[in-house]
T-cell receptor, first 116, second 113 residues
């Protein structure tokens, strides 16, 4: 049973370009969470999605950032017109559907975004 | 909203010693407390968790204790080994709603051989 898969592992973009980060949850998981981590800081929640729905986007910046989790395919975190401050590690986590197990999140290896 | 404080930010121990990391939370409705280990260049890995109906949980060399009254929980690692060196994060969340955990800022544990 494969874990949470994120790609690419490393992404370099110039200021003004777009960054697209992909996340495939664990098999059988329909809940996806995106987090941002800056050096020597904790994980900051960005957005929580279920298939075709955004459940909570309270941690998402109001502009340039968007996320989706289509019926088929991976979840996508999209950052338009990147700026140097967007440089960070972005982690995706998934959780199962069953009762109390919904609390348990399994993380991918992350995408490290560098903006030049 | 929930606020999780984690201490210390760095912890240096000799191999074989014990290590203790402490977290406090603010939301009395939180009832699930996981601990994650993050090695350099990798994603966080769940190592142990505890729910609010339990005061202590143990898994080999690691244990977690929870004091609901005081709103704090701790990670205990005994007989530390160099491979325990990593950043450890605590988190708190509640069942229901969006289950979104609030994370502490992390503790960098260094185990010297």
């Amino acid at each position: 049973n494969a874990g949470v898969m994120q790609n690419p592992r490393h992404l370099v973009r110039r200021r003004g370009q777009e960054a697209r980060l992909r996340c495939s949850p664990m098999k059988g998981h329909s809940h996806v969470y995106w987090y941002r981590q800056l050096p020597e800081e904790g994980l900051k929640f960005m957005v929580y999605l279920q298939k075709e729905n955004i459940i909570d986007e309270s941690g998402m910046p109001k502009e340039r950032f968007s996320a989706e989790f289509p019926k088929e395919g991976p979840s996508i975190l999209r950052i338009q017109q990147v700026v140097r401050g967007d440089s960070a590690a972005y982690f995706c986590a998934s959780s199962p559907d069953l009762g109390l197990a919904k609390n348990i999140q399994y993380f991918g290896a992350g995408t490290r975004l560098s903006v030049l | 909203g929930e606020n999780v404080e984690q201490h210390p930010s760095t912890l240096s121990v000799q191999e074989g010693d014990s290590a203790v990391i402490k977290c406090t939370y603010s939301d009395s409705a939180s009832n699930y407390f996981p601990w994650y280990k993050q090695e350099l260049g990798k994603g966080p890995q769940l190592i142990i968790d505890i729910r609010s109906n339990v005061g202590e949980k143990k898994d080999q060399r690691i244990a977690v204790t929870l004091n609901k009254t005081a709103k704090h929980f701790s990670l205990h690692i005994t007989e530390t080994q160099p491979e325990d060196s990593a950043v450890y994060f605590c988190a708190a969340s509640r069942s229901g709603g969006s289950y979104i955990p609030t994370f502490g800022r992390g503790t960098s544990l260094i185990v010297h051989p």
